[in-house]
């Protein structure tokens, strides 16, 4: 079975969030979707994955019920089952960043859509900023970006105070890799009175999807949060995959080093996890390899 991966998110006022989620999983559970789904009351993110109908179907609720435009998600496919389930989250906000100010459904950035983000990348005047974790940025990003080299985003507010003027910065253009971070990215430097600012729209997911290799500059692969681990352009799946127990990128060469075993450690963490903390790995690795048997007994695969 072939899956078609849908990656979104929409910043908008939620009230009521319970029987919201509610009302999602008695919609979205039949459709056999697996992936996941957050619900805050700044708006909704999420990446469901199921058949092409069953993601139409998807899409055609959240667009009646929320306003989610097809055009704003990013697809992909996937040969694998590429979530375990399908999950749907309350939260403070779709994506933490602990910024009060940094509020789209306020102000935010100008969008950029892919086929005109060269051009601006271009110009000389524009501070190109990479919005994501380092572990994501070390297999993939425009050429002459900064790296904050964070752990997560919600120490991107710090870099910028660091590292940033308004008075001398005045140009600024950001990017993630689904749209969501450097969206709310956007809004916070509006607040903190960054005269320009602009965000790559639909993300790297969307640029990698639309604009050609021959035409990109972007270089090496994108980091996504599924099995997958990471996409090129087109959006195939890519040579990396995942340390599932530390999250960084690992090629098969990585996977050759004494310290990897699958589903439990690599040797970025191999160190850094205890005994005990294997001893579960191993153990949730077990319970994740009997699904995947069972899935595909059932023909899910």
Known sequence: MLYTVAAFYRFLPLQNLPSLRQALL?????????????????????????TSNAIDA????LNQENGLLREDVKFSNAAEKPF???????????????QPSADPNIQSGTPVAPRDWNALLDDPEVILLDTRNKYETMIGSFADARDPQIETFTEFAAYVRSHLDPKQHKKIAMFC??????????AFMLAE?????YHLKGGILKYLEEIPSDASKWNGECYVF????????GLTTGRFSMCFGCGYPLTAEDKLHAHYEDGVSCSNCH????????KRY?????????SVHQAANNGET
């Open 58 to 61: 998807a899409l055609e609720y």
């Open 282 to 290: 191993r153990a949730r690795q077990q319970q994740v390899t009997a």
């Open 84 to 98: 375990n389930r399908l999950k749907i989250r309350l939260k403070r906000e779709i994506i933490t960043f602990q």
């Open 177 to 186: 890799t689904g749209g969501i971070r450097c969206e709310k990215a956007s």
């Open 271 to 278: 160190a850094e996890t205890s005994p005990d903390d294997k």
């Open 226 to 233: 599924d099995k997958r681990m990471a996409v090129g352009h």
């Open 193 to 197: 009175g960054f005269p320009e600012v």
């Open 26 to 50: 008695a919609e979205l559970k039949p459709l056999n979707l697996c992936g996941s789904l957050l619900l805050a009351p700044e708006g909704m993110n999420g990446t469901l994955a199921g």
